[in-house]
């Protein structure tokens, strides 16, 4: 079988195709376990290549339909993982590209999915910013409304509607699976309004200052960059019988504070004699905004009752992270 993962280039990307080709083998329109001849990532740039053969790198932007359709070549089994979109922050400062790269970028993927023979599955990455505004629940839930206060979590609660849809009308077999914030991402801040969540730990284990733009009680829910790449197969891997009429899964997830990152870096500075870089607060009203408006808890109880993993203590994501990049 073919596998497609776009945003292959990107750091969740990498690391689900590494997982897969680990594992050999995903569940396939056969009906049974099938080999992974192919891996095809499609993202606009690859910072680091994956060696191996069965890896395929396409450079393209999904909002262009007809060079993403070109580099999806026939299969008799195809899977697809639709991981690429613009990042929140990004979102809110350009509203036409992230139309252009969430939506439509969006409907391109599930539209080549549609033309499929046979019945693939899309797993897509959602998050828990489609939830938001002055009637969501803590913790939310996978039955709370969506009522996004941001544009990237507009686009995430319309794709996860139309990966509903498709799945309803038969056009391909559809898992959404939705995430809390995902730690520790290696590298440079990004553009995310939620970047000072890695960043709260990565500073720090690498012995420099975070400068912190929110408060520092702040309470969000997180997960580790392993459980995530475990819940994605997990997701796609599950008899379609087991699932609803609802296609969207809120991934469970820690809630995690900046007081809290603090004191359990302290414990892995003490365990490991790692000298840690300091937490200062530099507050930006435009950032807290934005993730006022998401939730400080989630309730995974849907994706639990699927058998989709929970992430390990704080303390073990950070050992995770240190384990493999630093």
Same mark, same amino acid.
């Given at each position: ?41 499609? =993202? ?19 909002? =262009? ?57 899309? #797993? ?37 509607? %139309? ?18 914030? #995902?730690?520790?991402?290696?590298? *440079? ?25 929110? &408060? ?12 995530? #790449? ?11 019988? *087991? %699932?609803?009429?609802?296609? $969207? ?22 365990? *490991? &004699? ?22 400080? $808890?989630? =309730? ?7 058998? %989709? ?18």
């Amino acid at each position: 079988m073919k596998v497609i993962i776009t945003g292959g280039g990107g750091f969740l990307g990498s690391q689900l195709a590494t997982h897969l080709l680990q594992k050999g083998t995903l569940f396939g329109q056969s009906g049974e376990q099938e080999q992974i001849e192919q891996i095809t990532l499609i =993202d606009k740039s690859f910072p680091v290549s994956i060696l191996d053969d069965r890896i395929k790198e396409i450079s393209g932007d999904i909002s =262009d339909r007809d060079a993403i359709e070109f580099s999806i070549e026939s299969s008799d089994s195809i899977s697809i993982f639709h991981l690429a979109s613009m990042v929140s922050g990004e979102c809110e400062e350009q509203y036409d590209d992230a139309i252009r790269v969430n939506l439509d970028g969006g409907r391109n993927i599930f539209e080549i999915a549609r033309t499929i023979k046979g019945r693939p599955r899309v #797993v897509f990455a959602s998050s828990i910013a489609s939830f938001g505004g002055a009637a969501m629940p803590t913790p939310v839930s996978d039955t709370a409304k969506q009522t996004p206060q941001t544009t990237y979590g507009m686009t995430k609660a319309v794709c996860e509607l %139309l990966i509903n849809d498709h799945t309803r009308k038969g056009h391909f077999d559809g898992r959404s699976a939705r995430l809390p914030t #995902v730690i520790i991402r290696p590298g *440079k801040p990004n553009a995310a309004a939620s970047s000072w969540a890695s960043g709260m730990f990565r500073e720090p284990l690498n012995g420099e200052v975070c400068e912190l733009p929110i &408060k520092r009680n702040q309470s969000h829910p997180m997960t580790g960059f392993k459980t995530v #790449v475990d819940s994605f197969v997990a997701l796609h891997e599950i008899e379609e019988t *087991k %699932l609803g009429d609802d296609r $969207a899964y809120g991934l469970p997830s820690l809630s995690v504070t900046p007081n809290l990152a603090e004191k359990v870096l302290q414990e892995i500075s003490d365990e *490991k &004699k790692i000298k840690i870089g300091k937490i200062e607060d530099a507050f930006e009203p435009r950032i807290q905004s934005i993730v006022d408006n998401w939730p400080t $808890a989630a =309730d995974g109880h849907r994706a639990r009752a699927l058998g %989709l993993p929970q992430p390990p203590a704080l303390k073990q994501i950070i050992e995770q992270y240190l384990e493999h990049f630093n």
